[in-house]
């Protein structure tokens, strides 16, 4: 077990690998020559050689990577001239925290609604509730989320004028301004999710009932409530916990809307003010930081596995 | 009733086989109301947009600074923008925007992913391993964020943002394709093909790409929904198409500054997007569970 996850780590490495020298090569295929910029309109051939060879830019392709991957995992991300500050500082110590409260907080929501939502739907299986939790899922699967998100601002916030149209307190300072903050925006972002885990629920519940062990179950005399919530939900964690690993790319997207929906200063704001101002090294730390997040959960879910089925622990 | 059984059988057949069949080619649209009603709305939505000028009762981008931001009315049955641009005709023309976007940027991810998946696929050993990390690199961004690094490259405008989408679904089709070809290729056709010393590239060409390419084409009617909504995404980002361009998204996002007062300004292109959405989601979903034989439950 412990070769296997050795491998597995092994395996997320090189994609990671894949990944920055990816987003290495974005930089390179950014339009403008980055000397000519830092030069200004006027230069002699002679100082546009010397910065040349300063900034190592007539290093091979390889070597240029290797320096700069030496000083991304440093934390020498660069400077951004729109936020005038440091990118590491800029993008992991402000703008990660935002996005990564946002999107726990709604995966929080998402599991607390659609998991009872679905369990319901699958248990009253062919009933009208079954029904209208389709419709409500389906609907919400397809809904755009920045949409809905203007849709809230304008009923709760304008109308009832219960939440804050925008802004962003920390949770970490301040715990319940933030949560009062953050539950609008949750709710933008949580709907596809709710949606999502009801159907999956819905569906792997309905396969789980049939299974003879829940036969069993009942056969014991175990109260129905025990037999569903005990015996039928325990066996839907690992899909549940699989499709949301491979999700959270969807999570961290909406993010990205929700984010500008509510002028929260997350990743989102980051990238997109980064491409207006045509600042590839600040767009480059964005695509680093989702893909590492998106490949490191995934490498938890991996290993999470015997965790969550012990008939694979059992195997060698 | 028992003198008249021989009888039965041979008035039945004729009349019974037809109608068994015909019972089967129209069953997709009654066994699936849902399915049936949502086409309906999507072809309609085709319509609108192939027929804007004829359809649309204003110019999109005329402005007229007397109507501006006025509730929908009668003569401006979804109300105007802030520019005094009707948001109706605004919205039919979004359409085309919409779709045209979101049908070629599937077709750019098809044929991207059609290339990778079948290189992956038909490799094997270190380089399939490599090709394969690839494709786990490129889904591990999301498709949004991808198209995101792909505009701060390009630039922005319809074109950019056909492109941009188009690479960003590269990912998924390249997966879906792979697995098709795993699975062809340990068949037997392939083998005798092959042992018949038919060049290896004719092989591909004439018995893999075949059952490759209707799996494919059903993910693309899937997808288009998706590649619409990331372009959308992009224009009420900002960074997708420019204005005055009718495009959803983009007055989606020029109607959140006024939702205090004039919620109609986003709420009716995002009606609009995400009636379409929904139809074609609903669309999708009939079509992959009828033609895909995983999910196919009757043999």
């Known amino acids: ?316 | 009733m028992s003198i008249q059984t021989p009888e039965a059988p041979t008035t039945l057949p004729p009349t019974a086989a037809p109608d068994t069949a015909n019972r089967s080619r129209r069953s997709v649209f009654v066994r699936r109301p849902f399915f049936t009603i949502a086409l309906i709305v999507a072809v309609a939505y085709l319509v609108a947009a192939i027929f804007a000028p004829q359809v649309a009762p204003f110019d999109p981008v005329q402005q007229d600074f007397n109507v501006m931001m006025q509730p929908p009315t009668v003569g401006h049955l979804f109300g105007t923008d802030s520019y005094g641009q009707d948001i109706l005709s605004r919205v039919i023309y979004g359409a085309r925007f919409a779709l045209i976007i979101g049908i070629f940027a599937v077709l750019i991810g098809a044929a991207g992913g059609l290339v990778i998946g079948l290189a992956a696929g038909l490799s094997g050993g270190g380089s399939e391993w490599a090709l394969m990390r690839l494709i786990d690199a490129i889904l591990a961004l999301p498709s949004l964020i991808l198209a995101v690094a792909f505009i701060a490259i390009l630039g922005q405008g319809v074109d950019k943002v056909v492109i941009a989408v188009g690479l960003s679904m590269i990912g998924p089709f390249a997966r879906t394709v792979r697995g098709d070809v795993l699975q062809v290729r340990v068949q037997l056709f392939i083998e005798a093909a092959q042992l018949m010393s038919i060049p290896y590239l004719r092989v591909v060409w004439r018995h893999v790409l075949p059952n490759v390419i209707f799996p494919l084409a059903v993910q693309v009617t899937i997808r288009i929904s998706e590649a619409i909504l990331v372009s959308s995404s992009l224009s009420f980002l900002g960074i997708g198409v420019t204005p005055p361009t009718p495009d959803w998204g983009l007055m989606i996002a020029e109607g959140r500054d006024f939702v205090s007062f004039a919620p109609w300004m986003s709420a009716m292109p995002g009606f609009a997007l995400a009636l379409l959405l929904i139809a074609l989601t609903i669309v999708g979903d009939g079509i992959r569970e009828e033609f895909d034989p995983k999910l196919r439950k009757d043999p």
């Not at chain 1, 390889?62 to 991957?69: C, E, G, I, P, S």
């Not at chain 1, 993008?91 to 659609?114: Q, Y």
């Not at chain 1, 369990?119 to 609907?139: C, E, M, P, R």
């Not at chain 1, 409530?225 to 964690?237: E, T």
């Open chain 1, 1 to 316: 077990m412990l070769l296997q996850a050795l491998g597995k780590i092994a395996q997320t490495l090189v994609v990671l690998f894949f990944v920055s020298v990816a987003s290495f090569g974005l930089l390179k295929l950014a339009p403008g020559d980055p000397i000519q910029i830092m030069l200004g309109s006027e230069y002699s051939q002679e100082s546009y050689d010397s910065l040349k060879t300063e900034l190592g830019l007539d290093q091979p392709f390889l070597v240029q990577y290797a320096d700069w991957a030496v000083r991304f995992v440093q934390g020498d991300w660069g400077t951004s001239y729109v936020a005038r500050a440091e990118i590491f500082t800029y993008a992991f110590k402000e703008a990660l925290p935002v996005t990564l409260t946002l999107a726990s907080f709604s995966l929080a929501f998402a599991i607390l609604i659609g998991v009872p939502l679905g369990v319901l739907s699958a248990v009253k299986k062919d009933t009208i509730f079954d029904a209208g939790s389709a419709v409500l899922a389906l609907t919400g699967t397809a809904f755009p989320s920045f949409l809905l998100g203007i849709l809230l601002i304008w009923f709760f916030a304008v109308k009832l004028q219960l939440f804050p149209v925008m802004g962003y307190v920390s949770p970490w300072e301040n715990f319940w301004l933030g949560i009062y903050h953050m539950i609008l925006p949750g709710l933008t972002l949580s709907t596809y999710f709710i949606a999502m885990i009801t159907r999956l629920t819905r569906a792997t519940l309905i396969e789980v009932m049939e299974q003879p062990y829940i036969t069993a179950a009942r056969a014991r005399g175990e109260p129905s409530w025990r037999v569903v919530w005990v015996h039928g939900v325990r066996n839907i964690a690992m899909p549940l916990v699989t499709i949301l690993g491979l999700q959270l790319g969807v999570l961290l997207q909406g993010t990205v809307l929700t984010e500008t929906v509510f002028n929260l200063p997350g990743i989102g704001q980051m990238l997109t003010s980064a491409v207006l101002g045509r600042e590839y090294l600040v767009v480059q730390a964005g695509v680093m930081m989702t893909a590492a997040l998106f490949i490191g959960v995934n490498l938890l879910v991996d290993l999470s596995y015997p965790f969550l089925d012990p008939r694979l622990r059992a195997r060698k």
